[in-house]
């Protein structure tokens, strides 16, 4: 059963950056890897994915701001968040795809980031 744990959310100030981690145990047939956030009152999002080939896709609303990377030996997946604004301010979820009998979504516990000054 494929399990992960995310970490680095917090505070930050507008204009700021934090990065975001999130680490895949249990199983090594994951394919894309990716985060999503939903911001309060409003629906969850996706904020970035990346394939096993690292190829990436983002919303536009964070293009040129966010970076997301992975490490597919660790299974492993960042997201660098620069010139953070408030309305990034949301709860952001790892989130991964498992292949084979037993698979399907799985999805992290979610980390706060809220952007304030």
């Known amino acids: 059963q494929v399990q992960l744990v995310e970490s680095g959310g917090g505070l930050v100030q507008p204009g700021g950056s934090l990065r975001l981690s999130c680490a895949a145990s249990?199983?090594?047939?994951?394919?894309?890897m990716a985060w999503y956030r939903r911001a309060p009152g409003k629906q969850r999002e996706l904020v970035a994915d990346?394939?096993?080939?690292?190829?990436?896709n983002y919303a536009d609303s964070v293009k040129g701001r966010f970076t997301i990377s992975r490490d597919n030996a660790k299974n492993t997946v960042r997201l660098q968040m620069n010139s953070l604004k408030p309305e990034d301010t949301a709860v952001y979820y790892c989130?991964?795809?498992?292949?084979?009998?037993?698979?399907?979504?799985?999805w992290g516990q979610g980390t706060q980031v809220t952007v304030s000054s």
């Open positions: 989130y991964t795809f498992v292949l084979g009998p037993a698979g399907g979504p799985v």
């Open positions: 249990g199983s090594i047939f994951i394919t894309t």
């Open positions: 990346v394939a096993r080939t690292g190829d990436t």
